[in-house]
Nanobody, 119 residues
Framework: QVQLVESGGGLVQAGGSLRLSCAAS????????MGWYRQAPGKQRELVAT???????NYADSVKGRFTISRDNAKNTVYLQMNSLKPEDTAVYYC?????????????WGQGTQVTVSS
């Protein structure tokens, strides 16, 4: 089974930047789409950004122009560069990957990393 390990979260002032990383490891046939989601206290988990294996990206309207998702297929790692951070970006950020195994495809989640933006 593939495991996803996130890193890079922390505390930052409004207007600052953070870069999240998510590394995938484990047996699989392929890792397809990858993405970042977030969940703020008392709210549902929401999509932040996704990227296909070919590099096509999709962003939530709330982060367009501020966040950039990228991936290094050779390292099985996806990144989220977050600039111009706002207090409303405070949340636990989760990495997600669509993984193909010999028995089919499964969505896999990381354990989450906290991002806190102070005003």
């Amino acid at each position: 089974q593939v495991q996803l390990v996130e890193s890079g979260g922390g505390l930052v002032q409004a207007g600052g930047s953070l870069r999240l990383s998510c590394a995938a490891s484990g047996s699989r046939i392929s890792i397809n789409g990858m993405g970042w989601y977030r969940q703020a206290p008392g709210k549902q988990r929401e999509l932040v950004a996704t990227i296909t294996s070919g590099g096509s990206t999709n962003y939530a309207d709330s982060v367009k122009g501020r966040f950039t998702i990228s991936r290094d297929n050779a390292k099985n790692t996806v990144y989220l560069q977050m600039n111009s951070l706002k207090p409303e970006d405070t949340a636990v950020y989760y990495c997600n990957a669509d993984v193909t195994y010999y028995y089919g495809s499964r969505a896999t989640w990381g354990q989450g990393t906290q991002v806190t933006v102070s005003s």
